[in-house]
C-alpha cells in the first residue's frame, strides 16, 4: 500500500496553479495543518506539566485531562486535510497497482467521490450535533463543566476542510475541462450550505418513506459536481455502485442475520477491493447500515461516533508515541545504538542480524510503532548489513522481522486501540508483551544462527572487537536506556499512567535531539506535521470502525455469532485457529490498525464466550496483525523497506521475511500452550 500519486494533468486543462480554488483549499489546509501541530505541541507540554505537578509538587490540576483530551479532538480533525494532501490514508491497491494510469485515475475518482459522498452528509449531521449541543447548554462531566459546543467546532470545520481535500485530489486526478465546469462545484456547494441552514435542526422526511430532503439535496448536489469535474462516465459508475449498494441494503432490512452479515462484510469487500481508503469503505457501509438496516434511519450516530471514539484521553498515548518515535529518528540516536550493538554481536555468526534485532527490541521499548521501527532499521541496519557482506534475502528478512517487535514490546499504538475498544487496561497489556516480546527477538536470533549455519554464503565472517572498543560503544546506549527509564520507568513505578508516558518520552526524547543539535524549527514542524498525519488517518480509521461496529451491535450480530460458536460446542483451540486463519488471511490485503478495528466487534465477544483472557488475547492479536505487517502483498513495512532500497527486489525481501512469519507463527502456539508466558508477569506485577 504505497502512497497515490496524482495523475497527470488532461491536456487542455486549466493548470492548477491558476485555479483559485484549488489555492484556497491548499492554504487553509496548510493552516489547519499548522493549528494541529501547534495543538499537538501544547498537549504534549501540559500532560508533562500535569506528571511534574502531581509527581514533584503533590498537587494535581484539574484541568489537564479535559484540555488535553479537547486538543487531541482538533488534532485529529484539522489533521485530517494535511494528511488527505500527503495521500497517508490507507487503501488496499491490490487492483488499482494493475491499471493503466487512465484506469486507475478512474477507479481513484470513484473512491474519492464516494469519500465525498460519506464525509459531506457526515459533517453535516456534525454541525447540527454540534448545534444542538449549543442550543441544550450540554457540558462535560468534567470538573471544567465545559459546555460540549467548543471543543466539537473543531470536528465540524475538520470534517468540511477534509471535503475540500478530496475535492482537491479530484481536481489533481482529472480537473474540469472549461473555467464554467470548474465553477459549477463551488456555486453547487454554496446553494447546498444555504439549503441545509434552511433545514436547520428539522430533519425533513417525505411522508411514507425514509428519505429526507437534507440527504437527497446533498446527492443531487455531489451528482452535479461529479458531472461538471469529473464527466459521464465516473459519475454514471459512481451512481451505479452507490445505487446498487442502496437497494441491496434496503431490501436486506429484515433478512437472516447470516444475509445481513454477508452483506455488510460483502460491500466492504468490494470497496476495498476497488481501492476505496479503508476508512472511507468502513464509514460508507456503516452509513448505508444506518440509513437502510435499521427500523428507522439513525444517520445522526455518524456525529455521535465520531466524538465519542476520538473524543477519550486515553488515545492522546497514540500521537505522543508517534511523536517521539519521530524525534528519536531525527536526532540520530538510533544509528549510535545500532554502532553500538554490532560491537558486542560482531563476532557472533550472523553478528549483525543479531544486531539488528536487538535494536529493533531496544527501539520498540521507546517507539510503540512497527513501521517507525522498519524505517529506521531501514536505513541504519539494512544498508551496512549488505555493505558487509549479508544477502538480501537475510538482511531484509531479519530488519522486516525485527519490525514487528514495535507493537509488541511495550509501548505499543496497537496495545493502546486495543485496550481502548474493549476495555482492557493498557497498563496490563504493556506488562503482559514485555516477555512474549524479549522471548520472540531470543527466538529471532537463533533463526539467524540457524539460517547462517544452513546458507554459510548469506552472512560473512564475523568481525571481533576489543573489549575497549566494546565498553566504549556501551556508552552510545546510554541514551536509548534513559528514553526507557523515562518511559517506562515513569509508568512502572507509578508516575505517568501509559497515557501520560507516551508525552514524557517525547518530550525526552526532544530533549536529546536539541542536545544533539540535530533540530531546528523547521525540523521540528516538519516532525510535528507528520505525526498530526500519520495520527489523523489512525483515528479516521477508528471512526469508521465505529461506525461500522454500532451497525452490527444494534442487529446483534455479534451476539448471533457468539451463540453459533456454543451451539457448535467447538473446542476452544479450534475456535481460535478459525479466529487466526482469518486474521492471516485479512493480513494478507488489510492494514493491521484497520483489521483490528474491523474485526474486533466480532472476534472478542467470541473469545471471552469460549473463555480465553482478553489480555493474553489482546496480545497474541498484536502477534497476529505483526505478520500482516510483513505478509505480502499488503504488508506495510514490506514496502517501507522498498520504498528505502529501490535496488532491492520485493521478492527477496518476502522470501527473507518468510522464515519468520513461521517462526511467529509457531510462537503464537506456544503462547497457546503455554498462556502463562504472557499473564504469569501481570499476575505478578497486578
Same mark, same amino acid.
Given at each position: 500500500?504505497?502512497?497515490?500519486?496524482?495523475?497527470?494533468?488532461?491536456?487542455?486543462?486549466?493548470?492548477?496553479?491558476?485555479?483559485?480554488?484549488?489555492?484556497?483549499?491548499?492554504?487553509?489546509?496548510?493552516?489547519? #495543518?499548522?493549528?494541529?501541530?501547534?495543538?499537538?505541541?501544547?498537549?504534549?507540554?501540559? +500532560? $508533562?506539566?500535569?506528571?511534574?505537578?502531581?509527581?514533584?509538587?503533590?498537587? !494535581?490540576?484539574? @484541568?489537564?485531562?479535559?484540555?488535553?483530551?479537547?486538543?487531541?479532538?482538533?488534532? +485529529?480533525?484539522?489533521?485530517?486535510?494535511?494528511?488527505?494532501?500527503?495521500?497517508?490514508?490507507?487503501? +488496499?491497491?491490490?487492483?488499482?497497482?494493475?491499471?493503466?494510469?487512465?484506469?486507475?485515475?478512474?477507479?481513484? /475518482?470513484?473512491?474519492?467521490?464516494?469519500?465525498?459522498?460519506?464525509? +459531506?452528509?457526515?459533517?453535516?449531521?456534525?454541525?447540527?450535533?454540534?448545534?444542538? =449541543?449549543?442550543?441544550?447548554?450540554?457540558?462535560?462531566?468534567?470538573?471544567?463543566?465545559?459546555?460540549?459546543?467548543?471543543?466539537?467546532?473543531?470536528?465540524?470545520?475538520?470534517?468540511?476542510?477534509?471535503?475540500?481535500?478530496?475535492?482537491?485530489?479530484?481536481?489533481?486526478?482529472?480537473?474540469?475541462?472549461?473555467?464554467?465546469?470548474?465553477?459549477?462545484?463551488?456555486?453547487?456547494?454554496?446553494?447546498?450550505?444555504?439549503?441545509?441552514?434552511?433545514?436547520?435542526?428539522?430533519?425533513?422526511?417525505?411522508?411514507?418513506?425514509?428519505?429526507? @430532503?437534507?440527504?437527497?439535496?446533498?446527492?443531487?448536489?455531489?451528482?452535479?459536481?461529479?458531472?461538471?469535474?469529473?464527466?459521464?462516465?465516473?459519475?454514471?459508475?459512481?451512481?451505479?455502485?452507490?445505487?446498487?449498494?442502496?437497494?441491496?441494503?434496503?431490501?436486506?432490512?429484515?433478512?437472516?442475520?447470516?444475509?445481513?452479515?454477508?452483506?455488510?462484510?460483502?460491500?466492504?469487500?468490494?470497496?476495498?477491493?476497488?481501492?476505496?481508503?479503508?476508512?472511507?469503505?468502513?464509514?460508507?457501509?456503516?452509513?448505508?447500515?444506518?440509513?437502510?438496516?435499521?427500523?428507522?434511519?439513525?444517520?445522526?450516530?455518524?456525529?455521535?461516533?465520531?466524538?465519542?471514539?476520538?473524543?477519550?484521553?486515553?488515545?492522546?498515548?497514540?500521537?505522543?508515541?508517534?511523536?517521539? #518515535?519521530?524525534?528519536?529518528?531525527?536526532? #540520530?540516536?538510533?544509528?549510535?545504538?545500532?554502532?553500538? /550493538?554490532? $560491537?558486542?554481536?560482531? %563476532?557472533?555468526?550472523?553478528?549483525?542480524?543479531?544486531?539488528?534485532?536487538?535494536?529493533?527490541?531496544?527501539?520498540?521499548?521507546? $517507539?510503540?510503532?512497527?513501521?517507525?521501527?522498519?524505517?529506521?532499521?531501514?536505513?541504519?541496519?539494512?544498508?551496512?548489513?549488505?555493505?558487509?557482506?549479508?544477502?538480501? %534475502?537475510?538482511?531484509?528478512?531479519?530488519?522486516?522481522?525485527?519490525?514487528?517487535?514495535?507493537?509488541?514490546?511495550?509501548?505499543?499504538?496497537?496495545?493502546?486501540?486495543?485496550?481502548?475498544?474493549?476495555?482492557?487496561?493498557?497498563?496490563?497489556? &504493556?506488562?503482559?508483551?514485555?516477555?512474549? #516480546?524479549?522471548?520472540?527477538?531470543?527466538?529471532?536470533?537463533?533463526?539467524?544462527?540457524?539460517?547462517?549455519?544452513?546458507?554459510?554464503?548469506?552472512?560473512?565472517?564475523?568481525?571481533?572487537?576489543?573489549?575497549?572498543?566494546?565498553?566504549?560503544?556501551?556508552?552510545?546506549?546510554?541514551?536509548?536506556?534513559?528514553?526507557?527509564?523515562?518511559?517506562?520507568?515513569?509508568?512502572?513505578?507509578?508516575?505517568?499512567?501509559?497515557? =501520560?508516558?507516551?508525552?514524557?518520552?517525547?518530550?525526552?526524547?526532544?530533549?536529546?535531539? *536539541?542536545?544533539?543539535?540535530? *533540530?531546528? @524549527?523547521?525540523?521540528?514542524? =516538519?516532525?510535528?506535521?507528520?505525526?498530526?498525519?500519520?495520527?489523523?488517518?489512525?483515528?479516521?480509521?477508528?471512526?469508521?470502525?465505529?461506525?461500522?461496529?454500532?451497525?452490527?451491535?444494534?442487529?446483534? /450480530?455479534?451476539?448471533?455469532?457468539?451463540?453459533?460458536?456454543?451451539?457448535?460446542?467447538?473446542?476452544?483451540?479450534?475456535?481460535?485457529?478459525?479466529?487466526?486463519?482469518?486474521?492471516?488471511? /485479512?493480513?494478507?490485503?488489510?492494514?493491521?490498525?484497520?483489521?483490528?478495528?474491523?474485526?474486533?466487534?466480532?472476534?472478542?465477544?467470541?473469545?471471552?464466550?469460549?473463555?480465553?483472557?482478553?489480555?493474553?488475547?489482546?496480545?497474541?492479536?498484536?502477534?497476529?496483525?505483526?505478520?500482516?505487517?510483513?505478509?505480502?502483498?499488503?504488508?506495510?513495512?514490506?514496502?517501507?523497506?522498498?520504498?528505502?532500497?529501490?535496488?532491492?527486489?520485493?521478492?527477496?525481501?518476502?522470501?527473507?521475511?518468510? !522464515? &519468520?512469519?513461521?517462526?511467529?507463527?509457531?510462537?503464537?502456539?506456544?503462547?497457546?500452550?503455554?498462556?502463562?508466558?504472557?499473564?504469569?508477569?501481570?499476575?505478578?506485577?497486578?
Amino acid at each position: 500500500m504505497s502512497e497515490v500519486q496524482a495523475a497527470p494533468l488532461a491536456a487542455g486543462a486549466p493548470e492548477l496553479d491558476r485555479s483559485t480554488v484549488v489555492r484556497t483549499i491548499d492554504r487553509i489546509s496548510a493552516a489547519a #495543518g499548522f493549528i494541529s501541530s501547534i495543538g499537538l505541541a501544547a498537549m504534549t507540554l501540559i +500532560v $508533562c506539566y500535569e506528571v511534574v505537578s502531581r509527581f514533584v509538587f503533590n498537587s !494535581p490540576t484539574t @484541568w489537564v485531562i479535559e484540555i488535553g483530551t479537547y486538543l487531541f479532538v482538533a488534532i +485529529v480533525f484539522l489533521g485530517l486535510a494535511a494528511a488527505q494532501r500527503a495521500n497517508a490514508h490507507i487503501q +488496499v491497491e491490490i487492483l488499482v497497482n494493475q491499471l493503466d494510469k487512465n484506469r486507475r485515475a478512474f477507479i481513484e /475518482l470513484i473512491g474519492l467521490w464516494l469519500g465525498v459522498f460519506f464525509f +459531506v452528509i457526515t459533517a453535516w449531521h456534525t454541525a447540527r450535533f454540534t448545534f444542538l =449541543e449549543y442550543v441544550h447548554d450540554a457540558r462535560d462531566w468534567g470538573l471544567l463543566g465545559t459546555p460540549q459546543w467548543i471543543p466539537q467546532v473543531p470536528m465540524t470545520i475538520g470534517y468540511a476542510l477534509f471535503v475540500a481535500a478530496l475535492l482537491r485530489d479530484i481536481y489533481y486526478l482529472r480537473p474540469p475541462a472549461s473555467k464554467i465546469a470548474q465553477w459549477i462545484l463551488p456555486i453547487a456547494a454554496v446553494a447546498l450550505v444555504i439549503f441545509l441552514f434552511a433545514l436547520g435542526r428539522s430533519d425533513v422526511r417525505i411522508p411514507g418513506t425514509r428519505f429526507d @430532503w437534507g440527504t437527497i439535496a446533498i446527492c443531487a448536489t455531489i451528482a452535479i459536481s461529479m458531472l461538471a469535474w469529473s464527466g459521464v462516465r465516473v459519475t454514471l459508475a459512481t451512481l451505479a455502485l452507490a445505487g446498487v449498494l442502496g437497494v441491496l441494503f434496503y431490501y436486506a432490512r429484515g433478512s437472516s442475520p447470516l444475509w445481513i452479515g454477508i452483506l455488510l462484510g460483502g460491500g466492504l469487500v468490494v470497496l476495498l477491493f476497488i481501492g476505496v481508503r479503508v476508512a472511507f469503505a468502513m464509514g460508507i457501509i456503516g452509513m448505508f447500515g444506518l440509513y437502510f438496516l435499521l427500523p428507522m434511519t439513525q444517520l445522526p450516530i455518524l456525529a455521535d461516533r465520531s466524538w465519542t471514539s476520538i473524543n477519550t484521553f486515553t488515545l492522546t498515548a497514540v500521537p505522543s508515541f508517534v511523536l517521539m #518515535g519521530a524525534l528519536l529518528v531525527r536526532s #540520530g540516536i538510533t544509528t549510535q545504538l545500532f554502532d553500538a /550493538l554490532v $560491537c558486542w554481536f560482531g %563476532r557472533t555468526p550472523g553478528g549483525l542480524a543479531h544486531a539488528s534485532v536487538a535494536a529493533s527490541a531496544t527501539f520498540a521499548a521507546v $517507539c510503540g510503532s512497527s513501521l517507525a521501527t522498519a524505517a529506521t532499521l531501514g536505513a541504519v541496519a539494512a544498508p551496512e548489513m549488505v555493505k558487509r557482506g549479508y544477502s538480501n %534475502r537475510l538482511t531484509y528478512g531479519v530488519v522486516a522481522a525485527g519490525a514487528t517487535l514495535g507493537i509488541l514490546i511495550p509501548p505499543s499504538i496497537a496495545m493502546i486501540i486495543y485496550g481502548n475498544v474493549v476495555g482492557v487496561a493498557v497498563t496490563q497489556l &504493556f506488562i503482559a508483551g514485555i516477555i512474549p #516480546g524479549l522471548l520472540l527477538s531470543a527466538i529471532f536470533m537463533v533463526s539467524v544462527l540457524v539460517w547462517a549455519f544452513v546458507v554459510p554464503s548469506s552472512v560473512p565472517e564475523g568481525t571481533a572487537y576489543p573489549l575497549r572498543q566494546k565498553l566504549a560503544a556501551v556508552v552510545n546506549v546510554f541514551p536509548f536506556l534513559i528514553l526507557i527509564m523515562a518511559v517506562l520507568g515513569s509508568l512502572y513505578f507509578g508516575v505517568a499512567t501509559p497515557t =501520560e508516558a507516551g508525552a514524557v518520552g517525547a518530550m525526552a526524547a526532544l530533549v536529546m535531539a *536539541l542536545q544533539r543539535g540535530k *533540530l531546528t @524549527w523547521e525540523s521540528l514542524y =516538519e516532525t510535528l506535521l507528520e505525526t498530526v498525519k500519520v495520527t489523523a488517518f489512525i483515528m479516521l480509521i477508528v471512526i469508521g470502525a465505529a461506525v461500522l461496529s454500532w451497525v452490527f451491535d444494534y442487529l446483534r /450480530l455479534p451476539r448471533m455469532m457468539v451463540q453459533l460458536v456454543k451451539d457448535a460446542n467447538l473446542a476452544p483451540w479450534i475456535v481460535m485457529t478459525i479466529i487466526a486463519c482469518v486474521y492471516l488471511v /485479512l493480513g494478507c490485503f488489510i492494514e493491521s490498525i484497520a483489521m483490528m478495528l474491523m474485526t474486533l466487534s466480532v472476534t472478542f465477544p467470541i473469545v471471552v464466550a469460549i473463555g480465553l483472557d482478553p489480555v493474553w488475547f489482546g496480545i497474541v492479536l498484536v502477534l497476529l496483525i505483526e505478520i500482516g505487517l510483513i505478509t505480502p502483498p499488503v504488508g506495510l513495512a514490506l514496502f517501507v523497506l522498498k520504498g528505502m532500497s529501490p535496488n532491492v527486489e520485493l521478492r527477496d525481501i518476502v522470501l527473507g521475511v518468510t !522464515p &519468520f512469519i513461521f517462526v511467529m507463527l509457531g510462537f503464537i502456539v506456544l503462547l497457546y500452550i503455554f498462556p502463562d508466558i504472557v499473564l504469569w508477569l501481570p499476575s505478578k506485577v497486578g
